[in-house]
C-alpha cells in the first residue's frame, strides 16, 4: 500500500493506525483554525451549509477541500450528530472517506472489532498498531507532565496547555518534530517562577471557537488549570493496551462518564471556578445541562459561533462572573 498518504479526521480516535501505516493523520479542526477560519465557513455556506449549523462542522469541510487530502476519516458515533453528512459533503467532491465509530456498547469486545476495521483498511496489524502507540506514549508521557506543570507547579498556562494537549490529538502530524518543540517548551517553562492564578477555572466542553477565551481569563487575574477535553486527546491513562486506552478515553461517552473523570479532576487541582464552552447550533448543549448540574462550583457557560475575539455580550458576562466569585 502506498505510504506518506495525508489523512484528514475530524476528532481524535486511534490515530495510531494512521502512524503504522506511514501516514499523515490532519486533525481538521486544528488546521481549520490555522487558515483563514472565517473565509472557509463562508465557502461552505457558499456550497450550501445552512447558517443554522455549527461553525467547526462547515470550517472541517472547507479545509478538508482545500487541504490535498488522500482521505478523511469521520468519526461517526461518539462525537458529532453531523459527522456522517459532513463525509457524504466531502465524498461528493471525490474525496475518500472512511468513518470510525466509538462503538455503543463499551466493551473491549466492540472496540477490539472497531480497531481491526481500521487496521484491515490501513493493511496493518495489531503488533504494528502497538508499536506505533508505544513511541506516542513517549510524548504523551511528557504531555502529562505538562499538564501537572500546569495545575501544582503553575509553570504552564491554561493557554499553553491547551496548546499542547489539543495538538496530541495528530501530533501536528510529525510526532518527532513535535517532540523536539515540546522538549525546547518544556525546558523554558522550567525556569519560570510559578504563576499564581487566583481564581483557578476548569474548562469544560468542545475547544473554543474564540481565539482569545485564555488570555481574556488571565486579564481578569485567573487562569485555567484543567482543560478536560484537550486533555483526554493526550490520553492520559496511557494503558498499555491499545483497545483499553479507547475504552479509558471519555470524551466519545455519555456525560456521565466524563463526569467520573471530571469531578476527581477538579478537586484535585482546587478548581474555584467552572467555564463551559459550547458551540452555536451543537447538540452537545444539552449535555451542557448535566454537567451543570453535577460540577457543584460556580459554573458560566459561554456559547460561541464564528472564530473571532470573543464578543461583548460574552466578554461582559466572563467579566462578572469573575467579578461576583473572585
Ligand atoms: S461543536 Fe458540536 S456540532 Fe460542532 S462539530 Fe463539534 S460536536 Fe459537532
Redesign the pocket.
Known amino acids: 500500500m502506498k505510504k506518506n498518504k495525508r489523512i484528514g479526521f475530524?476528532?481524535s480516535f486511534p490515530v495510531e493506525v494512521v502512524f503504522a501505516a506511514g501516514h499523515f493523520p490532519i486533525d481538521l479542526?486544528n488546521l481549520f483554525l490555522d487558515c483563514d477560519s472565517t473565509q472557509m465557513i463562508h465557502a461552505a455556506e457558499l456550497k450550501g451549509f445552512p447558517r443554522t449549523?455549527?461553525?467547526?462542522?462547515k470550517g472541517?469541510y472547507s479545509t478538508a477541500l482545500a487541504s490535498n487530502l488522500d482521505e478523511v476519516i469521520g468519526i461517526t458515533q461518539g462525537?458529532?450528530?453531523?459527522?456522517q453528512s459532513l463525509l457524504d459533503m466531502i465524498a461528493e467532491e471525490g474525496i475518500p472517506v472512511w468513518s470510525f465509530s466509538f462503538p455503543n456498547r463499551r466493551t473491549h469486545e466492540d472496540m477490539d472489532r472497531e480497531l481491526r476495521r481500521l487496521e484491515e483498511h490501513y493493511e496493518v496489524d495489531r503488533t504494528d498498531t502497538l508499536k506505533a502507540k508505544a513511541r506516542l506514549d513517549e510524548i504523551r508521557r511528557k504531555l502529562l507532565v505538562l499538564d501537572e506543570w500546569t495545575w501544582n507547579q503553575r509553570l504552564v498556562t491554561g493557554k499553553e496547555n491547551h496548546l499542547w494537549l489539543v495538538s496530541s490529538s495528530d501530533f501536528n502530524g510529525d510526532p518527532d518534530r513535535f517532540e523536539e518543540e515540546l522538549d525546547t517548551f518544556m525546558q523554558e517553562a522550567a525556569k519560570r517562577d510559578p504563576m499564581p492564578a487566583k481564581p483557578r477555572c476548569a474548562f469544560l466542553g468542545?475547544p473554543p471557537i474564540y481565539r482569545d477565551m485564555y488570555d481574556l481569563v488571565r486579564d481578569l487575574g485567573g487562569d485555567v488549570g484543567f482543560n478536560e477535553v484537550q486533555r483526554q486527546f493526550a490520553m492520559p491513562h496511557l494503558a498499555e493496551d491499545i483497545v483499553e486506552q479507547y475504552l479509558l478515553y471519555t470524551y466519545p461517552y455519555t456525560i456521565k462518564e466524563r463526569l467520573e473523570d471530571i469531578l476527581p479532576q477538579l478537586q484535585q487541582r482546587k478548581v474555584d471556578l467552572v467555564l463551559s464552552y459550547?458551540?452555536s447550533?451543537?447538540?452537545?448543549q444539552i449535555d451542557n445541562i448535566l454537567l451543570k448540574k453535577y460540577t457543584g462550583l460556580p459554573f458560566l457557560t459561554l456559547e460561541g459561533d464564528q472564530p473571532e475575539p470573543m464578543d461583548n455580550r460574552a466578554l461582559l458576562r466572563l467579566e462578572s462572573f469573575f467579578e461576583v466569585h473572585s
Open positions: 475530524t476528532t479542526n449549523v455549527c461553525g467547526w462542522i472541517n462525537d458529532c450528530s453531523n459527522a468542545v459550547i458551540q447550533f451543537c447538540h452537545l
